[in-house]
């Protein structure tokens, strides 16, 4: 990107965190939103590029991905580098400085100590709104579902549904062994220096945020998929896919799993199923409890 590319993104951005919208207004009112994005949701080197390119291949998709960071190179990169990714489209939203992962271990956003820096759960009012919908409708290039993955959206779900109501989330499981290792790999290597133990945390409070919030804003608008189940044969990865979408209205499809190569993979040896009851099955009945309590009260 030229500099003068630069100066312009950078005082856009600083116009847009103040609530000014620099996009065409495509939406002048609230009544007018009628999309229906699907967003990849999961947390650090959870596969999200993964199957945000897999699922980008359906027909009814279009990937709102940054550019340069399309499917089509997807084969080509190692899985230690994100692809496939829709930071761009709200990047107003964060402000992050110059090595911020690497102060005060900002590269765990999800840990209890920064995760108020990206909470979201709704907009301010209707010109927010209206701000964020014409953000991401200034990207589409087709009619058809838009499809975006960006980590930090696994703490805007109440946002999101404040502007996309028929809005539908994908969430990434992979099981924590596989994340703490990966991640304490690749982050000793940029020196980034991570506290033990502190990985197994913000992992921890990634997921039970956002099923919590998926249960509460989303309920029936989404669907999981584990990771562990993308290195099965073709034939099931293909079915459980299917399967999967079919909870969020994608249709079926068959989908080339050519670019789940294992070799890219950080390990192999703790590739098993999460079992999510085990770890965040007790969500259901906190809530159930709390409606009822407050319902009552």
């Not at 991570?194 to 989303?218: M, V």
Request: hydrophobic share 35%; aromatic share 14%.
């Amino acid at each position: 990107m030229h500099l003068i590319d630069r100066i312009i993104n950078y005082f856009k951005r600083i116009l847009l965190r103040n609530g000014i919208n620099t996009f065409p207004k495509y939406f002048e009112k609230i009544q007018d939103i009628k999309v229906s994005p699907i967003f990849i949701l999961g947390g650090n080197r959870s596969g999200t590029s993964l199957i945000s390119s897999l699922i980008s291949q359906n027909p009814q998709i279009e990937g709102i991905f940054e550019r340069n960071n399309s499917p089509v190179l997807s084969n080509q990169i190692k899985h230690i580098l994100a692809y496939c990714t829709s930071h761009h489209v709200w990047d107003f939203l964060l402000s992050l400085k110059s090595q911020w992962a690497q102060d005060n271990e900002g590269v765990l956003w999800g840990h209890p100590k920064h995760i108020s820096k990206y909470y979201i759960d709704k907009t301010r009012n209707d010109k927010e709104s209206l701000l964020l919908a014409n953000a991401l409708q200034y990207y589409r290039k087709t009619d058809k579902i838009p499809l975006l993955n960006s980590h930090f959206n696994m703490f805007r779900i109440g946002m999101i549904k404040n502007i996309y109501p028929n809005a539908k989330f994908i969430l990434i499981i992979k099981n924590h062994q596989e994340i703490i290792e990966s991640c304490y790999n690749k982050w000793s290597k940029q020196n980034i220096d991570i506290d033990y133990p502190k990985i197994g945390l913000h992992w921890f409070t990634l997921n039970s945020c956002t099923l919590y919030d998926l249960k509460k804003y989303a309920s029936g608008d989404y669907c999981f998929i584990d990771y562990s189940h993308l290195l099965n044969d073709s034939f099931k990865v293909n079915k459980m896919l299917n399967n999967k979408l079919h909870n969020i209205g994608i249709n079926k499809y068959d989908y080339d799993l050519t670019i789940i190569n294992p070799k890219y993979r950080f390990s192999s040896n703790n590739s098993y199923q999460l079992g999510y009851e085990k770890y965040f099955g007790w969500i259901e009945n906190i809530i159930s409890d709390e409606k009822k309590i407050t319902e009552n009260s």
